[in-house]
């Protein structure tokens, strides 16, 4: 039995070995999941250091996401929040993840808020 069921939105940060790795996240609403990885559909967000943003993909994917790797920090996001709103914006010098209307997420230690 898994940690997540279909249906259920997830935001995954991948957390970077080095300085130069890229900066990515995912948001997805999981499709199939077994004990150990979730198959999940959704956008993909890359920070652009050019514009010192994330930008999201212009297209939905899938992405198989492993739950047991401790590079992957995953965050449960509210099933009615809509994945094609949501968005990365500066609020007090930090990247937060909003739907620009009741969500809004952290993505260090404190978590969530909504």
């Known amino acids: 039995m898994s940690i997540l069921s279909k249906g259920?939105?997830?935001?995954?940060?991948?957390?970077?070995?080095y300085e130069v790795d890229i900066r990515l996240r995912?948001?997805?609403?999981?499709?199939?999941?077994?004990?150990?990885?979730v198959r999940l559909r959704g956008y993909a967000f890359v920070f652009d250091g050019g514009i010192g943003k994330f930008v999201r993909s212009a297209e939905q994917m899938e992405r198989i996401v492993s739950l047991v790797d401790s590079g992957n920090i995953i965050h449960v996001i509210p099933r009615e929040v809509k994945l094609e709103e949501l968005q990365f914006v500066e609020e007090h010098d930090r990247?937060?993840?909003t739907d620009g209307k009741s969500f809004l997420m952290t993505t260090d230690a404190f978590g969530a808020r909504r």
Not at 8 to 17: A, P, W, Y
Not at 26 to 37: H, K, L, N, Q
């Open 26 to 37: 995912f948001v997805g609403e999981v499709v199939e999941t077994t004990d150990t990885v």
């Open 95 to 97: 990247n937060v993840l």
């Open 8 to 17: 259920e939105k997830v935001h995954v940060l991948i957390r970077r070995e």
